[in-house]
């Protein structure tokens, strides 16, 4: 049964958390198989979803939204999410101006990506970015109700170290990766060479008991 609930308060552990602790910290060692499931992006000035006059706009995106690129879900500027695994990867892109933008692929190591990028006969045409990706379940503010399918998030470049940052989080609340509820918001941060948006997560609390069962089905699917 799906509750408004979003989490159980921080400040108390709950009996199907703390069994759970007994198995050890599952979700968080590294995951080598490729998974096919859709992706959420934070939506930058850059992307084609905002700009108005671009074929691939759509309609309602901002800039400061997630994004889901396979259904085309726009969630504002925050999203409640478990995190069900993690794995660092290459993520080969195509050059925006060069090649139209979008993406090649998503690989183990740096030699894998290196080899993907020849292998299309264009590598001026791409680039390569080390990654972090977590695999996550969505929760609705709303209705308390999980989504069906879980999603991709890409952490690379200045969002590497909020993904860091939200490790070290998870690795002191102890347990498996997915007991906890968090909310992703996007923040605005810049530098000497501009402006972009970046990731506020924090704790929200700890999942509901029927949450915590389908992130674990997911893990052991998954994982």
Do not use: C
């Amino acid at each position: 049964m799906s509750s408004t609930t979003l989490a159980i308060a921080e400040d108390k552990i709950p009996a199907h958390i703390l069994a759970s602790m007994e198995l050890g910290s599952r979700g968080n060692e590294h995951v080598g198989s490729e998974v096919q499931i859709p992706r959420i992006k934070l939506l930058q000035k850059m992307h084609n979803e905002v700009d108005k006059h671009h074929p691939k706009y759509v309609k309602g995106a901002e800039v400061g939204s997630f994004y889901n690129t396979l259904t085309g879900k726009i969630y504002g500027d925050s999203v409640y999410v478990i995190s069900i695994t993690f794995k660092p990867l290459f993520v080969v892109w195509k050059d925006r101006e060069r090649a139209g933008g979008g993406l090649l692929g998503s690989y183990p190591t740096a030699q894998a990506a290196a080899e993907a990028v020849e292998e299309t006969g264009r590598p001026a045409d791409h680039v390569v970015t080390p990654s972090h990706q977590h695999m996550l379940l969505i929760k609705d503010p709303k209705t308390g109700d999980l989504e069906s399918t879980p999603v991709l998030m890409d952490f690379s470049n200045t969002k590497m170290m909020a993904s860091k940052a939200w490790n070290s989080q998870i690795g002191m609340k102890g347990g498996d990766r997915f007991a906890g509820l968090w909310e992703m918001k996007s923040v605005s941060a810049s530098n000497d060479k501009g402006t972009w948006l970046n990731l506020d997560i924090n704790f929200a609390g700890w999942a509901m008991e029927d949450d915590f069962k389908t992130a674990e089905e997911l893990y052991k699917k998954y994982g």
